[in-house]
């Protein structure tokens, strides 16, 4: 095949390359969003951390911060952040299967810090489940330090938010 720069142009058009916007989240965009994460092998959905309330409560309390990506006026990509003045939390990072590998995941982790950073918030940290091979790949790609000198606590102070995994 003749590669001349029509022909790639072509070829990028068809697939190859894909646009996309990263916006801030928005409450609107609730029901896109939790389909698009019910749609992720192995994310862990809480029932009520996860409802439009508790979505809602956390996009309130963090104006500006959580991002989604947006391709042919479909969200396809979406990071849920917060902090607590100190410290932030990145959750539900993800991109729909059908647009990884194009820099959407890089893209839009990159607009969250950069948000983070001009609120004055000096660290990130987020939870990847061991035997997430993707999520601790892309982590790792991204220069993000795995730290194996700490333990993670957590106490459960409402049996009520069921949490169930995503097939
Ligand atoms: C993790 C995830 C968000 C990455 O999104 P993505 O849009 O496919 O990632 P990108 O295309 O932006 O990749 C950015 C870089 O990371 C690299 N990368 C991505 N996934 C990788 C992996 N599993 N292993 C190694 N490198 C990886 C890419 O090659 C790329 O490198 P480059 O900048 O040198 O080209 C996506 O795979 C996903 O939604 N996974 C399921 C949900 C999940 O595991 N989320 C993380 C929870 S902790």
């Known amino acids: 095949m003749v590669t001349t720069k029509e022909s790639v142009n072509v070829t990028l058009d068809l697939g190859v390359h894909m646009n996309y916007t990263i916006k801030t989240m928005e409450e609107s965009d609730y029901d896109e969003v939790y389909k698009l994460w019910t749609t992720i092998h192995g994310f862990a959905m809480r029932s009520l951390d996860d409802s439009k309330e508790g979505v809602a409560r956390v996009l309130r309390r963090n104006p500006g911060l959580s991002v989604v990506a ?55 940290q987020l939870v990847a489940f061991k035997e997430n091979a993707l999520g601790n790949g892309f982590w790792q790609a991204e220069q993000w330090v795995m730290r194996d000198d700490l333990n993670v606590y957590d106490f459960v102070l409402n049996e009520a938010n069921i949490t169930a995994f995503n097939k």
């Open 70 to 124: 947006v391709s042919g006026g479909k969200i396809v990509g979406s990071i849920l952040v917060g902090h607590d003045g100190r410290r932030a939390c990145f959750y539900h990072v993800c991109v729909h299967e059908d647009y990884r590998n194009h820099g959407i995941g890089k893209a839009m982790a990159s607009e969250a810090m950069m948000r983070l950073k001009v609120e004055g918030i000096n660290k990130i």
